[in-house]
């Protein structure tokens, strides 16, 4: 018999979700919302487990899991080696650069020598260096974006989808600096029997895709 495929799935946020409803439109029933942690389909050779969005691109890298969802935006940040198997199209947002409503802006050069506060420093730190400026990057882990009405940033680097968050906190979005969707990610050494799920995974979720547009 087959080994399931072992697929990482965000436990509750933003991802959760869309990710249950696109396996539910490629007809692949399981348990979710139980508050367990793992749970194996009924209909498809497939088990899934439930997990911080932080952690699925480490499981998957070290082959624990051998598919994630999860967002670009971790994906990239974590700099895990997995491969991207698919865009999903859903949970899209942007990672922009933003300063205090009130400051004035004329270009990149004014970030020149500030300190921005992020969760993301590798992807803000890469883009900083391909521009030629240096900042300051300070890295804290929630609440990004009280950090300059506290005093301790001079501008912030987050997630962005609506603009309410920014625009609540006093805040204007100045530069976008990444582009982020929800992606399925899987470990780069799927063995054949592996990859023969995958590849039928992806078949039907290319189906549900076209049936959309
Ligand atoms: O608990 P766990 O660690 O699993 O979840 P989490 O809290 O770290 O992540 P979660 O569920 O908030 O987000 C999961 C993924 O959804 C992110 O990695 C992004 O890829 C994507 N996503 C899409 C977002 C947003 N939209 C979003 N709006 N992630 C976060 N936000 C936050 C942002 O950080 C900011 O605080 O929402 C606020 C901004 O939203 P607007 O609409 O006010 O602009
Ligand atoms: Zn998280």
Redesign the pocket.
């Known amino acids: 018999m087959t080994a399931p495929i072992r697929i990482a799935l965000?436990?509750?946020?933003?991802?959760?979700e869309d990710s249950y409803q696109l396996f539910k439109a490629c007809g692949i029933r399981f348990d979710y919302g139980t508050g367990k942690l793992k749970s194996v389909s009924s209909n498809f050779p497939a088990e899934f487990l439930f997990?911080?969005?932080?952690?699925i691109p480490g499981y998957v890298e070290d082959g624990v899991a051998d598919l994630g969802i999860?967002?670009?935006?971790?994906a990239v940040e974590t700099g895990r080696n997995v491969s991207t198997v698919h865009r999903l199209g859903f949970?899209?947002?942007r990672l922009s650069i933003a300063i205090p409503r009130g400051d004035a802006y004329n270009g990149l050069s004014d970030l020149e020598g500030k300190n921005i506060a992020t969760?993301y420093p590798n992807l803000l730190g890469t883009y900083l260096a391909g521009q030629g400026i240096k900042a300051e990057i300070h890295e804290i882990s929630?609440?990004?974006?009280i950090a300059p009405s506290i005093g301790l940033a001079e501008a912030v680097c987050?997630?962005?989808?609506?603009?309410?968050?920014?625009?609540?906190n006093g805040l204007k979005e100045v530069e976008t600096i990444f582009r982020?969707?929800?992606i399925m990610i899987a470990y780069p050494g799927l063995v054949a029997e592996k990859q023969t799920l995958l590849d039928q995974l992806l078949f039907r979720i290319n189906a549900v895709q076209a049936a959309k547009n």
Request: aromatic share 0%; net charge negative; with cysteine.
């Open positions: 965000q436990k509750s946020g933003r991802l959760s997990l911080r969005d932080d952690d999860v967002g670009e935006n971790v949970s899209k947002c969760s929630g609440s990004v974006e987050d997630i962005v989808s609506s603009g309410s968050t920014l625009l609540s982020s969707e929800a």
